[in-house]
C-alpha cells in the first residue's frame, strides 16, 4: 500500500506534497479514524503553511462532523498535555519538528496525548487513498472551531508545577535560551521567567522564515549561543527544535551535550527524586553505553528499544511505567508531568537537578565516562544494509549483541551501532570507544562489512 506517513507524522515541502487540497483530504481521513462528534485539538508551529494547513485540516474535520478545537500556536508537547489533560478525544499538530524550514507536517495525537500508534496511521492512510468522504446531515456542519486561549498557561503551569520553584530562584540561575525562531518562543521563557531564572534569548522571535537559524539544535547551529555563554558567564544553553519537543543542552563549559548523556544524568536525579517510579529507563539503540555505565551501578535499568520516541512512548505506557525515556537527539521524558518529549520540561528538571545538587552542570558531566565517538553514514539500499546488519551480527559474535534495530554490538571498551535509516537509503554507523585508535578501528571495520555488501549485491544483478 502506498504509504503518507512516515517514522513521525506526515513531512513535506510545503505548496509541493503538503498544499491545502492534500491536507483537506487528511484532515477527513482523521476525522473519519476519530468518529464524528469526537473533540479534537488542533495545533500549529510557526513554519510557512502551518497556517494554510491547519485551516484546511480543520475543513476536513468538520466535514466529518468533528467538533474541533483551535490551539493555533504551541509547542507539540503543549498540544499534547492538553489533549490528555483537558480530556480532547485526539490532536492535531501541523509541525515538521527539526527539517529545514521549506518543510511541514502533520501529526496524528491519541487521546492520551500520544502520537497514534504505526497500525492507526494506516487505518487513516487508508481512508485517504479511498478518497472518504461522509455525507452527513445539514444540521451537523454548525459547529464553528472554538480558539482556546488558554492552552500555553494551562501548559507553562503544568511545567512549573512539577518543579520545585523556591530552590530554582535562590540558585540564580543564568541561562541562555534559544527557540529556533518558534514555538518554544511562547512558553520556555515564561517557564524561566516563572521559576525566577535570568535569561538571555536568542531566536526567541516568531519567524516562519527562520532567520536565525535552521530549527535544529546542534553544536552548529547554537555556535552564536556558545559563543554569548562564554562571554556573560551563563551556567547553561537551551537550544530547542521546531516544535520544542526537544531541547539540546550546553554546560558552562560551552560544550554541547548529546541527549543520552543529559538523559542519563537527569534520569539518576529524577530517579532520587520519585522512589515511586519504576527502576527503568527506555531509550533507544542509538544512546552511548554511557546510559548503562551510569545507571546500572545506581540500581536502574536500561531497556534498549528501536529508535523513534513514539515507540518508547507506547514502550513505557505498555509496560506500565518508568523513570524516564529519551533519546541522544535531546528528546526527554518526564514521566510524571507527561509520556511525551518535552523540551520545556526538560529546561525546568535540568534547572532543579543543579539546584539540588548545588553545582555545576560540567561537573557533572565530567563524572560520566568518557568516549571517543564517531557518527556516519553510508549511501545503500535496503537490501544491503540488511545484510550490513547480518554481517556485523557474524563478525562480532562473540560480544553482546541487541538486535532490536538494527544491531549494537556492546563490548567492554567499546559499542558499535549498524543500522538501516528510517528515513533515507543510508545505513547508519555509530561507534564509541575508550581510545581514539579503537573507534576508528571498530568504524573501519563496519565500513567494510557494509562495502562487501554493497560489491556482493552488484556482482549478483
Ligand atoms: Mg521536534
Same mark, same amino acid.
Given at each position: 500500500?502506498?504509504?503518507?506517513?512516515?517514522?513521525?507524522?506526515?513531512?513535506?515541502?510545503?505548496?509541493?506534497?503538503?498544499?491545502?487540497?492534500?491536507?483537506?483530504?487528511?484532515?477527513?481521513?482523521?476525522?473519519?479514524?476519530?468518529?464524528?462528534?469526537?473533540?479534537?485539538?488542533?495545533?500549529?508551529?510557526?513554519?510557512?503553511?502551518?497556517?494554510?494547513?491547519?485551516?484546511?485540516?480543520?475543513?476536513?474535520?468538520?466535514?466529518?462532523?468533528?467538533?474541533?478545537?483551535?490551539?493555533?500556536?504551541?509547542?507539540?508537547?503543549?498540544?499534547?498535555?492538553?489533549?490528555?489533560?483537558?480530556?480532547?478525544?485526539?490532536?492535531?499538530?501541523?509541525?515538521?519538528?527539526?527539517?529545514?524550514?521549506?518543510?511541514?507536517?502533520?501529526?496524528?495525537?491519541?487521546?492520551?496525548?500520544?502520537?497514534?500508534?504505526?497500525?492507526?496511521?494506516?487505518?487513516?492512510?487508508?481512508?485517504?487513498?479511498?478518497?472518504?468522504?461522509?455525507?452527513?446531515?445539514?444540521?451537523?456542519?454548525?459547529?464553528?472551531?472554538?480558539?482556546?486561549?488558554?492552552?500555553?498557561?494551562?501548559?507553562?503551569?503544568?511545567?512549573?508545577?512539577?518543579?520545585?520553584?523556591?530552590?530554582?530562584?535562590?540558585?540564580?540561575?543564568?541561562?541562555?535560551?534559544?527557540?529556533?525562531?518558534?514555538?518554544?518562543?511562547?512558553?520556555?521563557?515564561?517557564?524561566?521567567?516563572?521559576?525566577?531564572?535570568?535569561?538571555?534569548?536568542?531566536?526567541?522571535?516568531?519567524?516562519?522564515?527562520?532567520?536565525?537559524?535552521?530549527?535544529?539544535?546542534?553544536?552548529?547551529?547554537?555556535?552564536? $549561543? +556558545?559563543?554569548?555563554?562564554? &562571554?556573560?558567564?551563563?551556567?547553561?544553553? %537551551?537550544? @530547542?527544535?521546531?516544535?520544542? !519537543?526537544? =531541547?539540546?543542552?550546553?554546560?558552562?563549559?560551552?560544550?554541547?551535550?548529546?541527549?543520552?548523556?543529559?538523559?542519563?544524568?537527569?534520569?539518576?536525579?529524577?530517579?532520587?527524586?520519585?522512589?515511586?517510579?519504576?527502576?527503568?529507563?527506555?531509550?533507544?539503540?542509538?544512546?552511548?553505553?554511557?546510559?548503562?555505565?551510569?545507571?546500572?551501578?545506581?540500581?536502574?535499568?536500561?531497556?534498549?528499544?528501536?529508535?523513534?520516541?513514539?515507540?518508547?512512548?507506547?514502550?513505557?505506557?505498555?509496560?506500565?511505567? $518508568? +523513570?524516564?525515556?529519551?533519546? &541522544?537527539?535531546?528528546?526527554?521524558?518526564? %514521566?510524571? @508531568?507527561?509520556?511525551?518529549? !518535552?523540551? =520545556?520540561?526538560?529546561?525546568?528538571?535540568?534547572?532543579?537537578?543543579?539546584?539540588?545538587?548545588?553545582?555545576?552542570?560540567?561537573?557533572?558531566?565530567?563524572?560520566?565516562?568518557?568516549?571517543?565517538?564517531?557518527?556516519?553514514?553510508?549511501?545503500?539500499?535496503?537490501?544491503?544494509?540488511?545484510?550490513?546488519?547480518?554481517?556485523?551480527?557474524?563478525?562480532?559474535?562473540?560480544?553482546?549483541?541487541?538486535?532490536?534495530?538494527?544491531?549494537?554490538?556492546?563490548?567492554?571498551?567499546?559499542?558499535?551501532?549498524?543500522?538501516?535509516?528510517?528515513?533515507?537509503?543510508?545505513?547508519?554507523?555509530?561507534?564509541?570507544?575508550?581510545?581514539?585508535?579503537?573507534?576508528?578501528?571498530?568504524?573501519?571495520?563496519?565500513?567494510?562489512?557494509?562495502?562487501?555488501?554493497?560489491?556482493?549485491?552488484?556482482?549478483?544483478?
Amino acid at each position: 500500500m502506498a504509504r503518507l506517513f512516515g517514522t513521525d507524522g506526515v513531512r513535506g515541502i510545503v505548496g509541493e506534497k503538503l498544499t491545502p487540497e492534500m491536507a483537506l483530504k487528511l484532515g477527513r481521513a482523521i476525522g473519519a479514524y476519530f468518529g464524528k462528534g469526537s473533540r479534537i485539538l488542533v495545533g500549529r508551529d510557526i513554519r510557512s503553511g502551518g497556517a494554510m494547513i491547519k485551516r484546511s485540516v480543520i475543513s476536513g474535520l468538520l466535514a466529518e462532523g468533528i467538533k474541533v478545537y483551535d490551539a493555533d500556536l504551541i509547542p507539540t508537547p503543549g498540544l499534547q498535555y492538553n489533549v490528555k489533560s483537558l480530556g480532547f478525544d485526539g490532536g492535531v499538530m501541523i509541525t515538521a519538528s527539526h527539517n529545514p524550514p521549506e518543510y511541514n507536517g502533520i501529526k496524528v495525537i491519541a487521546g492520551d496525548g500520544v502520537e497514534i500508534p504505526h497500525e492507526d496511521e494506516e487505518i487513516i492512510e487508508s481512508y485517504y487513498f479511498r478518497n472518504h468522504a461522509s455525507r452527513l446531515e445539514w444540521r451537523s456542519y454548525v459547529n464553528d472551531p472554538l480558539f482556546r486561549a488558554d492552552v500555553i498557561e494551562n501548559y507553562v503551569e503544568a511545567i512549573v508545577s512539577q518543579v520545585d520553584k523556591e530552590k530554582i530562584a535562590k540558585s540564580g540561575f543564568k541561562v541562555i535560551i534559544d527557540c529556533a525562531n518558534s514555538v518554544g518562543s511562547l512558553v520556555t521563557p515564561k517557564v524561566l521567567s516563572s521559576l525566577g531564572v535570568k535569561y538571555v534569548s536568542l531566536n526567541c522571535n516568531l519567524d516562519p522564515l527562520f532567520p536565525g537559524r535552521e530549527p535544529e539544535p546542534s553544536p552548529i547551529t547554537l555556535k552564536p $549561543a +556558545i559563543a554569548l555563554l562564554r &562571554e556573560i558567564s551563563a551556567d547553561l544553553i %537551551i537550544g @530547542h527544535d521546531g516544535d520544542a !519537543d526537544r =531541547a539540546i543542552i550546553g554546560d558552562d563549559k560551552g560544550r554541547i551535550l548529546w541527549g543520552d548523556r543529559d538523559g542519563a544524568l537527569l534520569s539518576a536525579y529524577v530517579a532520587e527524586k520519585h522512589p515511586e517510579l519504576p527502576r527503568r529507563v527506555y531509550t533507544g539503540v542509538s544512546s552511548s553505553i554511557v546510559v548503562e555505565d551510569y545507571l546500572r551501578p545506581r540500581g536502574i535499568e536500561v531497556v534498549w528499544t528501536p529508535v523513534g520516541s513514539v515507540t518508547i512512548s507506547r514502550m513505557i505506557i505498555r509496560d506500565g511505567g $518508568a +523513570i524516564s525515556g529519551f533519546e &541522544e537527539n535531546g528528546g526527554y521524558m518526564h %514521566i510524571p @508531568h507527561q509520556i511525551v518529549r !518535552d523540551g =520545556a520540561m526538560k529546561t525546568a528538571l535540568i534547572l532543579e537537578m543543579l539546584a539540588e545538587y548545588n553545582t555545576k552542570l560540567s561537573s557533572l558531566v565530567d563524572e560520566l565516562p568518557f568516549y571517543y565517538t564517531i557518527k556516519t553514514k553510508i549511501p545503500a539500499s535496503r537490501e544491503e544494509a540488511l545484510c550490513a546488519v547480518e554481517k556485523t551480527v557474524e563478525a562480532f559474535k562473540q560480544y553482546r549483541l541487541v538486535t532490536i534495530d538494527g544491531v549494537k554490538v556492546i563490548g567492554d571498551d567499546f559499542w558499535l551501532l549498524v543500522r538501516p535509516s528510517g528515513t533515507e537509503p543510508v545505513v547508519r554507523i555509530m561507534a564509541e570507544a575508550r581510545t581514539k585508535e579503537k573507534v576508528e578501528n571498530i568504524v573501519s571495520n563496519a565500513r567494510s562489512i557494509v562495502e562487501e555488501c554493497k560489491k556482493r549485491r552488484g556482482n549478483s544483478k
